[in-house]
């Protein structure tokens, strides 16, 4: 049976991606070796690196004054990280769910963190806006994909203060104004790659401002002076993902990612809206294209489990919603396939007409 991944996170890869990073695991260019049996300083390994540099630049088209590195731990520790290298006395957070929350704990830290607005009163199915960002604030913290509610952030915010933001589920999905921001990271598990490595493009420019002294490894111009190589850096999650870039780049780049992602999600948004058992959880405007939420009506919650199970059944995989929302979730990043989406409505459909 065929599959179809709704996966939230780590999530769909393109095939060819995932056949190119295993086929560089057997032999790595050539070199009678693995990719993870080779020095990260041997020369055949700094072009990976390099590559997936400039292709990121090229995507986001990434103006001068930024880099682009890339380190392990996980969006989480970016959650202390950015702190620790951004916050002189005060941090503006906006809080759109459970991450955005892990991230302003973190930052409490480290000097004063102002919650601008929060959404949690409401479950998080909306994005708040008209807030006041104090102008005094180091910088405001954003997520721009809220992975567990399904709200996204698709406009750029005007701010006053520079914009840090937390992309691990959109990265890649759309152009996005790097300039507004000082700091943009994202996990690469759910767009950008395999777990194991996390994306960051910093301007360097806005480093080395906070007065306290930053661990060497937690201090990310570490990391820029190394060129992701101060120490032994994830090489097959970095690898995975410059395959994946290039793949993003002969697909036609950012702009054709964000035009399919509409497509996608209208599709099922669409399915969600027409069909009488089911309604979307997350505020219309605010709704992501990466992580679609939906619950049965209330006159079908019955049915919840009898339609989780028709749809594994047809190969549907991860599209149970997380506990904190219930229902679905289909996740549509940018390998997910019109093919993928349709399947899920076809389910939908065919359910529906059996009730
Ligand atoms: C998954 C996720 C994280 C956490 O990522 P880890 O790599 O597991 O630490 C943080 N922020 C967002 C928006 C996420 O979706």
Redesign the pocket.
Known sequence: MKMYNFNA?PSILPREVIEATAAACLEFNGTGLSLMEISHRAKYFQPVVDEAVALTKELLDVPAGYEVIFLAG????EFCRVPYNFLEKKAAYLNTGV?AK?AMKEAKLFGEVVEVASSAAANYTYIPKDFVIPADADYLHI?T???IYGTEIRKEIDSPVPLIA?M??DIMSRPVDVSKYNLIYA?A??NLSM?GV?ILIVKVDALEKVSRAIPTMLNYMTHVTAGSMFNTPPVVPIYCAMQNLRWLKAQGGLEKMDRLAHERADIVYGEIDRNKLFRGTAKEEDRSLMNICFVMNDEYKELEADFLKFATERGMVGVKGHRSVGGFRASCYNAQTIEGVNALVACMKEFESKH
Do not use: E
């Not at 996980?74 to 520790?77: E, P, Q, R, V, Y």
């Open positions: 996170g996980g969006a989480s520790t991450w892990k997520t994909n809220n992975t937390d691990s589920s996990g598990q759910k777990a996390n």
